[in-house]
């Protein structure tokens, strides 16, 4: 009779290893568009009233400093989110509108919405 041991009688179980880091992270990558205080409520108001003027940005985003919502455009054009046409007139016209791939946060922004409203509902009831 052969002598049997625990390893022939254990199945070798590969656990899979999920590491999560910074770089790696797709969710790091999504908030780093989207997160902070001001980029998410930009994204928002250029959808719902594209095409979206500095002007008009500065008085419907409340709180906003106009060099904060300068940086944050500029933060969301350089990561392919936003279009910015500058029309060559006096006084000088910009509107920003969403870029097609801009327009792929819809979803993402939508379901936001819905879990904040959620969340809303939930926490007033505690």
């Avoid at 969710?27 to 594209?50: E, R």
Wanted: net charge positive; with cysteine; proline share 4%.
């Amino acid at each position: 009779m052969k002598n049997s041991t625990n390893d022939d009688n254990q199945h070798v179980i590969e656990e899979k290893k999920i590491v999560f880091d910074e770089k790696s992270c797709p969710v790091t990558a999504t908030m780093q568009v989207l997160g902070g205080k001001w980029k998410a409520i930009l994204i928002n108001a250029i959808y719902h009233t594209s095409p979206a003027r500095f002007g008009e940005l500065k008085r419907s985003v409340k709180g906003i400093t106009q060099s904060m919502l300068t940086q944050q455009l500029r933060e969301l054009e350089d990561d392919g989110i936003i279009n910015r046409k500058i029309y060559a007139e006096i006084p000088p016209k910009v509107e920003y509108t969403l870029t097609e791939f801009g327009l792929t946060l819809s979803p993402i922004m939508q379901s936001m919405a819905d879990w904040g409203k959620e969340y809303r509902i939930k926490k007033q009831k505690l």
